[in-house]
């Protein structure tokens, strides 16, 4: 190799190091590690983790409820797995229940006259067993969508989803609404599927 060559071939590697050390500045760089396992962990994980679940799929979340459980503690990663998604279905059914509830109620209003409703003491009751038995009926149609462990601490994150249209095809089996009281379930469900992810979003801030 002649000392022209390798002078020439020393300047093209320095020109493609710099080149892509130029390429690697306009990048996104990682958080600075904090010494703490598991903050480490959620800085660095996927955006449907760290941010709402919705991030996931790219289209708004639309038609779909979804929710991201965890769980640490376990070298079993079974245990961990359904440990995790367990708690995004509660986190579901706890604010899926109070949704129902609050569609039934305003519709129940409605056709009592709003102020006769609730005087009676079955009325309350009624909505209450209506709507557990619902999201109960509901959640049968989650599912796990995806799953991640944090390197560091060990943490289980499953992202969990229901789509609408379960709530849907649960509302039609429920044999003790009557057709008026479905309909307006189903009519008014979108706005509040909208409604219950905002809030679970804002939960997990």
Not at 97 to 124: M, P, W
Not at 159 to 187: C, H, W
Request: a positive charge; proline letters at 2%.
């Amino acid at each position: 190799m002649t000392r022209s060559f390798a002078r020439s071939a020393a300047v093209s590697i320095a020109l493609s190091l710099g080149a892509v050390a130029c390429g690697g500045g306009n990048q996104a760089q990682p958080p600075a590690a904090t010494g703490n396992a598991a903050i480490d962990d959620f800085n660095s994980a996927p955006a449907w983790v760290r941010q709402s679940c919705k991030s996931y799929w790219g289209d708004g979340g639309k038609s779909r409820v979804c929710a991201v459980g965890s769980m640490a503690g376990s070298n079993n990663i079974g245990l961990l797995k359904s440990g995790a998604a367990g708690r995004a279905r509660t986190e579901i059914a706890r604010s899926l229940q109070v949704k129902v509830a609050s569609l039934l109620k305003d519709y129940q209003r409605t056709v009592t006259g709003g102020e006769n409703f609730g005087k009676a003491a079955s009325d309350e009751q009624l909505v209450q067993d209506t709507s557990k038995q619902l999201t109960d009926m509901t959640l049968s149609g989650t599912e796990q969508v995806d799953s991640w462990v944090g390197p560091k601490s060990g943490t289980m994150y499953v992202l969990v989803q229901l789509n609408t249209e379960s709530f849907s095809d649960a509302i039609g089996k429920m044999k003790t609404l009557d057709a008026q009281t479905r309909e307006y379930v189903v009519r008014n469900s979108a706005k509040a599927f909208d409604d219950l992810q905002g809030e679970l979003d804002k939960a997990r801030q």
